[in-house]
């Protein structure tokens, strides 16, 4: 009997482990594919199809860059996710390439990983999450879908700039500072709903490396 039930949650943990690779290939795939052309310069539209326990996910990528030699910084990524959509606009400043190549493949990485999360919340039953209205930029980032993507996103960065998780946060809000009505009273708000749900994650992360 207790042997049966400890199977039952080794096959259990063994399936999470899969899924959650299945996710890490496609995003390793499409940021992959965007670097490529973007060291080409060639807009592309690609199909990734992939799967999660019983259910498939079959999307489209459109993927367009926009050179302006007049843009206010080296690079920026603008992303959308929906359903089976994906789209991406990388707009970018020639004269700063390829110096800025690291940054860019860092930032295209961290973005793949919160849009592809986003995904699995439209297609998959396990990673659904109702959807809710937002009033306010703070209801958003706190909002679940968005806490799971940012987080997941920011662990991204974390790992490819080999730094702390904390640090990644920073980094972020430092960036996005100017999206803050009230940045000092606001942020720790968020910093501390996205610290939480990362610690839940890494307990959850814990208990599969006993496997
Ligand atoms: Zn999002």
Known sequence: MTNFILENVINKIKKNIIQESKLDSVINKIYRDIIKNFKIKNNFVENYYFERANDY?????????IRDKEFNYPFSISANAEFDNMEIEITYRPQDFPKNMVNLTAEVKETITHEIEHIGQHNFEDMYIIPKKYESYIEYLTSPEEVSAYV???????????????????????ENINNFENPTKQWPKVKKTWLDYANKMREKNKVKKFN
């Open 57 to 65: 996910a079959d999307i489209k990528l459109k993927c367009k860059f």
């Open 152 to 174: 997941k996103g920011l662990i991204e960065r974390a790992r490819f700039k080999r730094i702390s998780f904390n640090d990644s946060m920073q980094e972020w809000f430092e």
